[in-house]
């Protein structure tokens, strides 16, 4: 499927000069003079290098044709993930590399999307937002209310974020996975 060279968004995956490539950052940029254009920065799927490209509103570019399919993460062996289709029950295994930043939310049982081109999984997906629990809190620096201040605080998971001052260890909490920020109370 074509699309516009500004309908390009993180996450995407392009089929663009005869490779697969997930977009990773954009800026949209309108110069003083001349046109605007979508900087782009995509990692390719098979051989992980990195291209930065321009894309102007008249380019178009080709979107992969990905099909999705709910799976099952079951186990990890070394940097091979296992997961396991919630429909026919067949086992694939994925390596760890694929998920990048999104392997320190996954955890055992989890559902999450796997998207494939052809037979070739090509990317996992977690859930956009997760519960967890605050495990352990910075305490407050008194004095620091008059901007909105954030704390660093670990979650049951392992990960570190930073959350609102009001929250210690034992809460509930919500994070948005994309970003690693807090979203609110559970």
Sequence with gaps: MKISGVD???GMVLDYQKKLWRVAKIQHTQPGKGGAYMQVEMKCIT????LNERFRSADTVEKASLEGRPMQYLFAEGNNLTFMDNST???TVIDADLLGDQMQW???NMEVQVEFYGDKPVSVSVPEKMEFEVVEADAVVKGQTASSSYKP???SNGARILVPPYLGAGERIIVNTTDGSFVSRA
């Design 8 to 10: 390009i968004r993180p």
């Design 47 to 50: 051989d992980g290098t990195k």
């Design 89 to 91: 029950y067949e086992q």
């Design 106 to 108: 996954l955890s055992e």
């Design 153 to 155: 605080a670990k979650l």
